[in-house]
C-alpha cells in the first residue's frame, strides 16, 4: 500500500503521516512519484487539499496511474479543507467537480477538516481567499453555512484532528 500526497500548507502531509503510522504504509509526494512505482502497489492512497473546488495535485496523480489500472488496482482519494466537517453540500461539490461520474463509485473519497495557514500560503491563494468573504457577503441566499465560512476565514486556524482519518482506515481495513 502506497500513500501518496500534494502539501501546501501542512494540513494534507499531517494527515498523511498519521494514515501512514495507523496503516503502516509506504508514503511519498506526489512530486516525487513516477507511473512505475504507482503500478508496484495494490492499493494507492491519495491525499490533496482543496483549493478553488479542486483537490491539489489530483489531475496530475490521475495522469500517473497506468491506462488502464493494474488489474485488480485499489484507488482511494482524501481531500483536505478548512470547511467543516458536517459541510456535506460543500463535500460533494468537491466529489463531483474532482471525480468522474464513471469513477465515483469505484474510487472512495473521504474528507479531512483541516483549517487555514495563511503563513504557507502562496500569494494567489491569499488573495483568493481575502475575496472570499466579500462574495459570500454580496450573496443574496446566505446559508449559515455561508456565514460561518466568513468569520472562519479572517484568519489562520487548525481543525485537524486524528479523529476525521477513522472512516478512511476503517474502509482500507475492511475492503
Not at 498523511?16 to 502497489?41: F, G, M, P, V
Not at 482543496?50 to 500517473?64: R, S, V, W
Not at 459541510?87 to 464513471?102: F, R
Not at 494567489?124 to 468569520?151: C, N, W
Request: with cysteine; glycine share 6%; net charge positive.
Amino acid at each position: 500500500m502506497l500513500l501518496v500526497y500534494s502539501s501546501k500548507t501542512g494540513f494534507t502531509e499531517r494527515y498523511a503521516n498519521w494514515i501512514k503510522e495507523e496503516l503502516n504504509c509506504d508514503i511519498a509526494e506526489l512530486k516525487t512519484i513516477s507511473r512505475e512505482t504507482l503500478a508496484r502497489y495494490e492499493t494507492v492512497i491519495y491525499g490533496g487539499g482543496i483549493y478553488a473546488g479542486k483537490i491539489n495535485g489530483l489531475a496530475k496523480f490521475k495522469n500517473l496511474l497506468q491506462r488502464p489500472h493494474r488489474q485488480g488496482q485499489k484507488i482511494i482519494v482524501y481531500a483536505t479543507g478548512a470547511a467543516p466537517a458536517e459541510a456535506k453540500g460543500t463535500v460533494e461539490n468537491v466529489i463531483k467537480n474532482n471525480i468522474s461520474e464513471q469513477d465515483r463509485g469505484a474510487i472512495p473519497v473521504f474528507y479531512f477538516q483541516s483549517g487555514l495557514n495563511y503563513e504557507r500560503m502562496g500569494l494567489v491563494s491569499k488573495f483568493m481567499m481575502k475575496i472570499l468573504p466579500h462574495i459570500l457577503k454580496r450573496k443574496k441566499d446566505k446559508t449559515p453555512e455561508d456565514e460561518a465560512m466568513v468569520e472562519a476565514i479572517k484568519q489562520s486556524f487548525d481543525s485537524t484532528d486524528k479523529k476525521y482519518i477513522q472512516p478512511l482506515l476503517d474502509h482500507v481495513r475492511t475492503a
